[in-house]
């Protein structure tokens, strides 16, 4: 079984930077593409950052330049760097995991496993 479980979100003024973190169990974490997405209320769960088996890295227009993900498969962790935050940043952000080595498509239906999330509050 594929566990997730994510850390690291909290409040930070707009301008400000989190980094969210990912421990990950179960097989083949260096082999899949990971993704994190997050979900407002009422909105549709948006991807913000994949990553595949490769190391190849997709975003966003919404994130390009200000969100970095990487991982460290010697650690099982996945990681989302978020800089220059805004407060339509504000939102649960999830840890995902797909099947596939690619990263297809940031597309919720794509990935298998989920994290419980982890809440961002960007304030103004």
């Known amino acids: 079984q594929v566990q997730l479980v994510e850390s690291g979100g909290g409040s930070v003024q707009a301008g400000g930077s989190l980094r969210l973190s990912c421990v990950v169990s179960?097989?083949?974490?260096?082999?899949?593409?990971m993704g994190w997405f997050r979900q407002v209320q009422g909105k549709e769960r948006e991807g913000v950052a994949g990553i595949d088996g490769g190391g190849n890295r997709v975003y966003p227009d919404s994130v390009k330049g200000r969100f970095t993900i990487s991982r460290d498969n010697a650690k099982n962790t996945l990681y989302l760097q978020m800089n220059s935050l805004k407060p339509d940043d504000t939102a649960m952000y999830y840890c995902?995991?797909?099947?596939?080595?690619?990263?297809?498509?940031?597309?919720?239906?794509?990935?298998?496993?989920w994290g419980q999330g982890t809440q961002v509050t960007v304030s103004s």
């Open positions: 995902a995991a797909s099947d596939s080595w690619y990263c297809t498509r940031l597309q919720s239906t794509t990935f298998a496993y």
């Open positions: 179960g097989d083949s974490f260096s082999r899949r593409c």
